[in-house]
């Protein structure tokens, strides 16, 4: 079993920044791939960032260039820079570990964090 704690959601003004953390513990090396998805009210969990354990990286087209995923195995700790925030960011996030290599779907991650809140307000 894999566990993920986030941290690090909060309020902020649009073009303001916020990192958010995953702290993963328990059977980690059954990981392929880590994400983050986010949620807002009415809408479909999508995956913003997910990286591999071998360092590759994908973004969905409407953060690309304001996120960044990165992981610090040492620690295994899940980080997300967000910056240049926008109010369509506003969203609850969820960390979350697949064992299956870049996967996309909510559906192939077996593993979530209770989520952390990102409010950007204009």
């Known amino acids: 079993q894999v566990q993920l704690v986030e941290s690090g959601g909060g309020s902020v003004q649009t073009g303001g920044s916020l990192r958010l953390s995953c702290a993963a513990s328990g059977y980690t090396s059954s990981i392929s791939t880590m994400a983050w998805f986010r949620q807002a009210p009415g809408r479909e969990r999508e995956a913003v960032a997910r990286?591999?354990?071998?360092?590759?990286?994908r973004y969905v087209d409407s953060v690309k260039g304001r996120y960044t995923i990165t992981q610090d195995k040492a620690s295994n700790t899940l980080y997300l820079q967000m910056n240049s925030l926008k109010p369509e960011d506003t969203a609850m996030y969820y960390c979350?570990?697949?064992?299956?290599?870049?996967?996309?779907?909510?559906?192939?991650?077996?593993?979530w964090g209770q989520g952390t809140q990102v409010t950007v307000s204009s």
């Open positions: 990286i591999t354990t071998g360092g590759l990286t």
């Open positions: 979350a570990a697949s064992r299956i290599i870049l996967a996309s779907l909510p559906s192939h991650y077996q593993h």
